[in-house]
Protein backbone atom coordinates (compact mmCIF):
# COMPACT_ATOMS: atom_id res chain seq x y z
CA UNK A 1 0.00 0.00 0.00
CA UNK A 2 3.10 2.07 0.58
CA UNK A 3 4.75 1.40 -2.66
CA UNK A 4 1.70 1.96 -4.31
CA UNK A 5 0.32 5.02 -2.72
CA UNK A 6 4.10 7.04 -3.29
CA UNK A 7 4.07 5.85 -6.86
CA UNK A 8 0.74 8.00 -7.32
CA UNK A 9 2.58 10.92 -5.25
CA UNK A 10 4.68 10.72 -7.91
CA UNK A 11 3.21 10.84 -11.03
CA UNK A 12 1.18 13.55 -9.86
CA UNK A 13 4.70 15.30 -9.59
CA UNK A 14 5.52 14.32 -12.19
CA UNK A 15 2.49 15.87 -14.32
CA UNK A 16 2.82 18.99 -12.49
CA UNK A 17 6.37 19.83 -13.47
CA UNK A 18 5.67 18.95 -17.10
CA UNK A 19 2.45 20.70 -17.58
CA UNK A 20 3.63 23.71 -15.29
CA UNK A 21 2.68 25.94 -17.75
CA UNK A 22 -0.82 24.61 -18.57
CA UNK A 23 -1.65 24.67 -14.91
CA UNK A 24 -0.06 28.52 -14.53
CA UNK A 25 -2.20 29.42 -17.43
CA UNK A 26 -5.37 28.04 -16.15
CA UNK A 27 -4.82 29.40 -12.82
CA UNK A 28 -4.94 25.77 -11.06
CA UNK A 29 -1.77 26.18 -8.74
CA UNK A 30 -4.21 25.87 -5.45
CA UNK A 31 -6.30 23.11 -7.18
CA UNK A 32 -2.61 21.29 -7.96
CA UNK A 33 -1.50 21.95 -4.49
CA UNK A 34 -4.93 20.54 -3.04
CA UNK A 35 -4.38 17.77 -4.70
CA UNK A 36 -1.17 16.93 -4.02
CA UNK A 37 -1.53 17.90 -0.49
CA UNK A 38 -4.93 15.49 -0.31
CA UNK A 39 -2.41 11.94 -1.65
CA UNK A 40 0.37 12.71 0.24
CA UNK A 41 -2.08 12.88 3.41
CA UNK A 42 -3.16 9.29 2.10
CA UNK A 43 0.66 8.00 1.88
CA UNK A 44 1.05 9.90 5.45
CA UNK A 45 -1.55 7.97 7.00
CA UNK A 46 -0.57 4.23 5.30
CA UNK A 47 3.06 5.10 6.54
CA UNK A 48 1.35 5.72 10.20
CA UNK A 49 -0.27 1.98 9.72
CA UNK A 50 2.88 0.16 8.57
CA UNK A 51 4.45 2.10 12.09
CA UNK A 52 2.01 0.92 14.31
CA UNK A 53 2.51 -2.46 12.81
CA UNK A 54 6.33 -2.25 13.74
CA UNK A 55 5.44 -1.07 17.37
CA UNK A 56 2.97 -3.68 18.24
CA UNK A 57 5.34 -6.04 16.70
CA UNK A 58 8.66 -4.87 18.48
CA UNK A 59 7.89 -5.06 22.08
CA UNK A 60 6.16 -8.87 21.68
CA UNK A 61 9.84 -9.83 19.86
CA UNK A 62 12.06 -8.30 22.71
CA UNK A 63 9.69 -9.79 25.20
CA UNK A 64 9.75 -13.38 23.80
CA UNK A 65 13.73 -13.34 23.78
CA UNK A 66 13.73 -12.35 27.58
CA UNK A 67 11.23 -14.84 28.25
CA UNK A 68 13.49 -17.42 26.82
CA UNK A 69 16.30 -16.12 28.42
CA UNK A 70 15.06 -16.37 31.71
CA UNK A 71 13.71 -19.82 31.28
CA UNK A 72 17.35 -20.73 30.11
CA UNK A 73 18.62 -19.42 33.41
CA UNK A 74 16.04 -20.86 35.33
CA UNK A 75 16.28 -23.69 34.27
CA UNK A 76 19.95 -24.11 34.19
CA UNK A 77 20.74 -22.47 36.77
CA UNK A 78 18.31 -25.41 39.00
CA UNK A 79 20.80 -28.19 36.89
CA UNK A 80 23.96 -26.07 38.34
CA UNK A 81 22.35 -26.22 41.89
CA UNK A 82 21.84 -29.56 41.62
CA UNK A 83 25.18 -30.62 39.98
CA UNK A 84 23.71 -32.07 36.39
CA UNK A 85 24.85 -29.28 34.80
CA UNK A 86 28.39 -27.20 34.79
CA UNK A 87 28.53 -23.53 35.28
CA UNK A 88 30.63 -23.05 32.19
CA UNK A 89 27.95 -24.84 29.95
CA UNK A 90 25.06 -23.06 31.13
CA UNK A 91 26.86 -20.15 30.08
CA UNK A 92 27.73 -21.81 26.69
CA UNK A 93 24.49 -22.88 26.19
CA UNK A 94 23.39 -19.01 27.10
CA UNK A 95 25.69 -17.41 24.15
CA UNK A 96 24.12 -19.86 21.87
CA UNK A 97 21.09 -18.70 22.45
CA UNK A 98 21.71 -15.37 21.97
CA UNK A 99 23.34 -15.93 18.58
CA UNK A 100 20.33 -17.19 17.35
CA UNK A 101 17.96 -14.80 18.88
CA UNK A 102 20.00 -11.97 17.43
CA UNK A 103 19.29 -12.63 13.76
CA UNK A 104 15.59 -13.21 14.50
CA UNK A 105 15.37 -9.87 16.08
CA UNK A 106 17.03 -8.44 12.81
CA UNK A 107 14.63 -10.07 10.92
CA UNK A 108 12.13 -8.13 12.67
CA UNK A 109 13.58 -4.74 12.43
CA UNK A 110 13.70 -5.77 8.83
CA UNK A 111 10.33 -6.39 8.26
CA UNK A 112 9.16 -3.43 7.21
CA UNK A 113 12.15 -2.76 4.70
CA UNK A 114 10.99 -6.20 3.65
CA UNK A 115 7.57 -5.67 2.69
CA UNK A 116 8.56 -2.49 0.75
CA UNK A 117 10.62 -4.73 -1.26
CA UNK A 118 8.48 -7.29 -2.17
CA UNK A 119 5.79 -4.87 -3.06
CA UNK A 120 8.43 -3.00 -5.08
CA UNK A 121 9.59 -6.05 -6.87
CA UNK A 122 5.90 -7.20 -7.93
CA UNK A 123 5.30 -3.78 -9.74
CA UNK A 124 8.76 -3.84 -11.62
CA UNK A 125 8.59 -7.42 -12.66
CA UNK A 126 4.65 -7.23 -13.96
CA UNK A 127 6.73 -5.05 -16.62
CA UNK A 128 9.72 -6.81 -16.84
CA UNK A 129 7.69 -10.06 -17.50
CA UNK A 130 4.95 -8.49 -20.24
CA UNK A 131 3.99 -10.23 -23.19
CA UNK A 132 6.28 -8.68 -25.92
CA UNK A 133 3.80 -8.70 -29.21
CA UNK A 134 6.69 -6.84 -31.42
CA UNK A 135 9.58 -9.48 -31.68
CA UNK A 136 11.40 -11.04 -34.36
CA UNK A 137 10.19 -14.52 -35.97
CA UNK A 138 12.56 -17.11 -36.42
CA UNK A 139 14.23 -17.10 -39.28
CA UNK A 140 13.99 -13.31 -39.65
CA UNK A 141 15.14 -11.87 -43.11
CA UNK A 142 17.51 -9.37 -42.54
CA UNK A 143 16.69 -6.38 -44.82
CA UNK A 144 20.28 -5.12 -46.53
CA UNK A 145 20.39 -1.15 -47.27
CA UNK A 146 22.12 -2.00 -50.58
CA UNK A 147 19.19 -3.84 -52.07
CA UNK A 148 16.44 -2.02 -50.98
CA UNK A 149 14.00 -0.55 -53.14
CA UNK A 150 11.13 1.11 -50.98
CA UNK A 151 8.67 -0.63 -53.06
CA UNK A 152 5.50 -0.78 -50.41
CA UNK A 153 1.97 -2.70 -50.80
CA UNK A 154 -1.00 -3.09 -48.06
CA UNK A 155 -2.76 -6.37 -48.74
CA UNK A 156 -6.73 -6.01 -47.41
CA UNK A 157 -5.49 -4.41 -44.16
CA UNK A 158 -7.41 -4.48 -41.00
CA UNK A 159 -6.13 -3.28 -37.61
CA UNK A 160 -7.44 -2.49 -34.28
CA UNK A 161 -5.56 -1.94 -31.12
CA UNK A 162 -4.69 -4.37 -28.59
CA UNK A 163 -8.07 -5.11 -26.42
CA UNK A 164 -10.31 -3.33 -28.42
CA UNK A 165 -13.42 -4.53 -30.65
CA UNK A 166 -13.59 -1.68 -32.67
CA UNK A 167 -11.41 -2.01 -36.10
CA UNK A 168 -9.36 1.36 -36.93
CA UNK A 169 -8.16 -0.40 -40.53
CA UNK A 170 -10.94 -2.08 -42.64
CA UNK A 171 -9.77 -3.09 -45.99
CA UNK A 172 -6.79 -0.98 -46.88
CA UNK A 173 -5.08 -1.96 -49.33
CA UNK A 174 -2.95 0.58 -51.80
CA UNK A 175 0.74 0.12 -53.59
CA UNK A 176 3.67 2.97 -53.34
CA UNK A 177 6.12 2.49 -56.00
CA UNK A 178 10.07 2.82 -55.25
CA UNK A 179 10.72 6.71 -55.34
CA UNK A 180 7.63 8.16 -55.13
CA UNK A 181 5.70 10.88 -53.33
CA UNK A 182 2.48 9.40 -51.52
CA UNK A 183 0.07 11.27 -49.21
CA UNK A 184 -2.30 10.54 -46.97
CA UNK A 185 -5.17 12.67 -45.65
CA UNK A 186 -9.04 12.85 -44.02
CA UNK A 187 -10.57 14.01 -41.13
CA UNK A 188 -8.89 13.41 -37.53
CA UNK A 189 -8.91 10.11 -35.86
CA UNK A 190 -9.51 8.61 -39.54
CA UNK A 191 -6.52 6.09 -39.04
CA UNK A 192 -3.87 7.67 -40.99
CA UNK A 193 -1.18 7.47 -38.13
CA UNK A 194 -2.27 3.88 -37.77
CA UNK A 195 -1.19 3.20 -41.31
CA UNK A 196 2.16 4.82 -40.86
CA UNK A 197 2.91 2.79 -37.79
CA UNK A 198 2.10 -0.57 -39.24
CA UNK A 199 4.91 0.16 -41.70
CA UNK A 200 7.78 -0.14 -38.99
CA UNK A 201 5.89 -2.16 -37.09
CA UNK A 202 5.09 -0.45 -34.16
CA UNK A 203 1.83 -2.34 -34.56
CA UNK A 204 0.81 -5.76 -36.53
CA UNK A 205 -1.59 -6.04 -38.69
CA UNK A 206 -4.81 -7.77 -36.98
CA UNK A 207 -5.82 -9.24 -40.70
CA UNK A 208 -4.12 -8.45 -44.24
CA UNK A 209 -0.39 -8.24 -45.01
CA UNK A 210 2.27 -5.43 -45.20
CA UNK A 211 5.04 -5.65 -47.45
CA UNK A 212 8.30 -3.62 -48.62
CA UNK A 213 10.03 -4.75 -51.54
CA UNK A 214 7.88 -7.85 -51.59
CA UNK A 215 8.77 -9.26 -48.17
CA UNK A 216 6.27 -9.49 -45.55
CA UNK A 217 7.26 -6.84 -42.71
CA UNK A 218 6.22 -9.98 -39.62
CA UNK A 219 9.27 -11.64 -41.72
CA UNK A 220 11.85 -8.82 -41.56
CA UNK A 221 14.29 -8.56 -38.74
CA UNK A 222 13.51 -5.60 -37.15
CA UNK A 223 16.78 -3.63 -36.21
CA UNK A 224 17.42 -3.95 -40.36
CA UNK A 225 13.70 -3.15 -41.23
CA UNK A 226 13.51 0.26 -39.02
CA UNK A 227 16.99 1.44 -40.10
CA UNK A 228 15.71 1.92 -43.49
CA UNK A 229 11.98 3.23 -42.70
CA UNK A 230 12.59 6.76 -41.10
CA UNK A 231 10.12 8.29 -38.99
CA UNK A 232 9.19 11.75 -38.12
CA UNK A 233 6.32 12.33 -35.11
CA UNK A 234 3.92 14.80 -35.29
CA UNK A 235 4.70 14.98 -31.63
CA UNK A 236 8.72 15.77 -31.14
CA UNK A 237 10.78 14.15 -28.63
CA UNK A 238 14.09 15.57 -28.06
CA UNK A 239 16.65 14.39 -25.33
CA UNK A 240 18.29 16.16 -22.91
CA UNK A 241 21.64 17.66 -24.13
CA UNK A 242 22.83 19.52 -27.15
CA UNK A 243 21.34 20.32 -30.60
CA UNK A 244 24.36 18.75 -32.29
CA UNK A 245 23.55 15.54 -29.90
CA UNK A 246 19.81 15.53 -30.85
CA UNK A 247 20.48 16.34 -34.62
CA UNK A 248 23.16 13.42 -34.21
CA UNK A 249 21.44 11.07 -32.15
CA UNK A 250 20.48 8.78 -35.29
CA UNK A 251 23.94 8.69 -36.07
CA UNK A 252 26.65 9.54 -33.12
CA UNK A 253 29.99 9.62 -35.46
CA UNK A 254 28.28 12.10 -37.77
CA UNK A 255 30.61 15.04 -38.93
CA UNK A 256 29.74 18.59 -38.16
CA UNK A 257 29.21 19.01 -42.43
CA UNK A 258 26.53 16.34 -42.35
CA UNK A 259 24.82 18.03 -39.13
CA UNK A 260 24.38 21.51 -41.37
CA UNK A 261 23.35 20.18 -43.98
CA UNK A 262 20.71 17.91 -42.36
CA UNK A 263 19.66 20.77 -40.83
CA UNK A 264 19.38 22.68 -43.67
CA UNK A 265 17.31 20.63 -45.37
CA UNK A 266 14.94 21.22 -41.69
CA UNK A 267 15.08 24.81 -42.85
CA UNK A 268 16.50 25.16 -38.70
CA UNK A 269 20.58 26.42 -39.64
CA UNK A 270 19.87 30.07 -39.60
CA UNK A 271 18.01 29.98 -36.29
CA UNK A 272 20.97 27.90 -34.77
CA UNK A 273 22.98 30.34 -35.70
CA UNK A 274 21.35 32.74 -33.72
CA UNK A 275 22.01 31.48 -30.80
CA UNK A 276 25.20 32.44 -28.46
CA UNK A 277 26.18 28.68 -28.48
CA UNK A 278 25.00 27.40 -31.92
CA UNK A 279 24.65 23.70 -32.51
CA UNK A 280 26.17 23.37 -28.56
CA UNK A 281 23.33 25.05 -27.11
CA UNK A 282 21.52 22.64 -24.73
CA UNK A 283 17.80 22.11 -25.33
CA UNK A 284 17.19 21.36 -21.88
CA UNK A 285 14.74 18.40 -20.71
CA UNK A 286 12.07 17.21 -23.42
CA UNK A 287 13.56 19.88 -25.25
CA UNK A 288 11.88 22.90 -23.39
CA UNK A 289 14.19 25.86 -24.54
CA UNK A 290 12.39 25.29 -27.86
CA UNK A 291 9.39 25.94 -29.45
CA UNK A 292 7.10 23.73 -31.25
CA UNK A 293 8.17 24.19 -34.29
CA UNK A 294 11.71 24.33 -33.64
CA UNK A 295 11.70 20.75 -32.19
CA UNK A 296 10.05 19.95 -34.94
CA UNK A 297 12.80 20.96 -37.82
CA UNK A 298 15.06 19.76 -35.33
CA UNK A 299 13.46 16.27 -35.45
CA UNK A 300 13.03 16.40 -39.03
CA UNK A 301 17.06 17.51 -38.96
CA UNK A 302 17.18 14.40 -36.69
CA UNK A 303 15.93 12.03 -39.24
CA UNK A 304 16.98 13.27 -42.93
CA UNK A 305 20.78 12.77 -41.63
CA UNK A 306 20.29 9.10 -41.10
CA UNK A 307 20.77 6.73 -44.10
CA UNK A 308 17.02 5.44 -45.21
CA UNK A 309 15.16 4.27 -47.62
CA UNK A 310 11.82 5.12 -46.95
CA UNK A 311 10.57 8.49 -44.88
CA UNK A 312 7.41 8.99 -42.98
CA UNK A 313 6.28 11.91 -42.43
CA UNK A 314 3.58 12.34 -39.85
CA UNK A 315 2.15 15.69 -39.84
CA UNK A 316 5.96 16.35 -39.26
CA UNK A 317 5.27 20.74 -39.95
CA UNK A 318 2.09 21.01 -38.27
CA UNK A 319 3.78 23.22 -35.85
CA UNK A 320 5.36 25.98 -38.32
CA UNK A 321 4.43 28.16 -40.69
CA UNK A 322 2.99 27.45 -44.02
CA UNK A 323 5.89 29.46 -45.50
CA UNK A 324 8.78 26.72 -43.54
CA UNK A 325 6.59 24.11 -44.45
CA UNK A 326 6.73 24.51 -47.92
CA UNK A 327 10.78 25.19 -48.15
CA UNK A 328 10.51 21.83 -46.16
CA UNK A 329 8.80 20.08 -48.88
CA UNK A 330 10.91 21.47 -51.35
CA UNK A 331 14.01 20.40 -49.66
CA UNK A 332 12.61 17.04 -48.81
CA UNK A 333 11.68 16.53 -52.58
CA UNK A 334 15.18 17.35 -53.67
CA UNK A 335 16.47 14.92 -51.50
CA UNK A 336 13.95 13.04 -52.83
CA UNK A 337 15.13 12.95 -55.97
CA UNK A 338 18.66 12.82 -55.19
CA UNK A 339 18.11 9.73 -52.81
CA UNK A 340 15.81 8.17 -54.71
CA UNK A 341 13.75 7.18 -51.95
CA UNK A 342 10.09 6.96 -51.49
CA UNK A 343 8.32 9.44 -48.95
CA UNK A 344 4.61 8.97 -47.28
CA UNK A 345 3.57 12.04 -45.96
CA UNK A 346 0.18 12.36 -43.62
CA UNK A 347 -0.65 15.85 -43.75
CA UNK A 348 -3.58 18.09 -42.50
CA UNK A 349 -3.01 20.54 -44.91
CA UNK A 350 -3.64 19.53 -48.43
CA UNK A 351 -1.68 23.07 -49.65
CA UNK A 352 1.31 20.88 -48.77
CA UNK A 353 0.83 17.54 -50.62
CA UNK A 354 -0.86 18.79 -53.94
CA UNK A 355 2.30 18.11 -56.05
CA UNK A 356 2.25 14.22 -54.74
CA UNK A 357 2.12 11.60 -56.85
CA UNK A 358 -0.36 9.94 -55.41
CA UNK A 359 -3.05 11.43 -52.55
CA UNK A 360 -5.17 8.75 -50.35
CA UNK A 361 -8.32 9.78 -48.96
CA UNK A 362 -9.04 7.90 -45.37
CA UNK A 363 -12.45 8.45 -44.01
CA UNK A 364 -13.33 5.99 -40.54
CA UNK A 365 -10.31 3.96 -41.93
CA UNK A 366 -11.02 3.04 -45.15
CA UNK A 367 -9.48 4.52 -48.55
CA UNK A 368 -12.64 6.29 -49.88
CA UNK A 369 -10.55 7.66 -52.89
CA UNK A 370 -6.99 7.92 -54.29
CA UNK A 371 -5.33 9.76 -57.28
CA UNK A 372 -4.03 13.05 -57.53
CA UNK A 373 -5.03 16.19 -56.24
CA UNK A 374 -6.57 17.47 -59.96
CA UNK A 375 -8.39 14.01 -59.63
CA UNK A 376 -9.40 14.04 -56.55
CA UNK A 377 -11.10 17.40 -56.82
CA UNK A 378 -13.20 16.32 -59.44
CA UNK A 379 -14.37 12.66 -58.15
CA UNK A 380 -14.56 13.68 -54.40
CA UNK A 381 -16.83 15.66 -53.09
CA UNK A 382 -15.42 15.24 -49.24
CA UNK A 383 -11.92 15.53 -50.27
CA UNK A 384 -13.47 18.96 -52.21
CA UNK A 385 -14.85 19.66 -48.48
CA UNK A 386 -11.69 19.26 -46.83
CA UNK A 387 -9.96 21.91 -48.80
CA UNK A 388 -12.72 24.14 -49.09
CA UNK A 389 -13.05 24.28 -45.45
CA UNK A 390 -8.72 25.08 -44.66
CA UNK A 391 -9.42 27.93 -47.70
CA UNK A 392 -11.85 28.95 -45.61
CA UNK A 393 -10.02 29.07 -42.05
CA UNK A 394 -6.78 30.67 -43.97
CA UNK A 395 -9.07 33.74 -44.96
CA UNK A 396 -8.65 36.59 -41.98
CA UNK A 397 -11.02 36.46 -39.66
CA UNK A 398 -11.73 40.56 -40.12
CA UNK A 399 -12.90 39.26 -44.01
CA UNK A 400 -15.26 36.74 -42.80
CA UNK A 401 -16.84 39.30 -40.05
CA UNK A 402 -17.06 41.68 -43.10
Request: with cysteine; glycine share 6%; net charge negative.
Amino acid sequence: MVQAKLANLNSILEENLIGVRVVKAFVREKSEISRYTTLNGELLAVNIQTVKVLRNLFPFLFLLSNLISLAVIGFGGAEVISNRFSLGELIAFNSYLVFILQPVLQIGFAAGVIAQAAASAKRVYEIIDAKIDIYNHPNAIVLNASDIKGEIKFEHVDFRYPGSTTEILKNISFEVKSGEFIAIVGMTGSGKSTIANLIPRFYDVTSGVVQIDGYDVRDLKLESLRSQVATVFQDATLFSGTIHENIAYGLPDASSEQIIEAAKIAQIHDFISTLPDGYNTIVGERGIGLSGGQKQRVAIARTVLTDFQILILDDATSAVDAKTGSLILESLEKLRQARQCTIIAIAQRISSIRNADKILLIDKGEIVAQGKHGELLETSSLYAAILDSQIKQSQPIISQIA
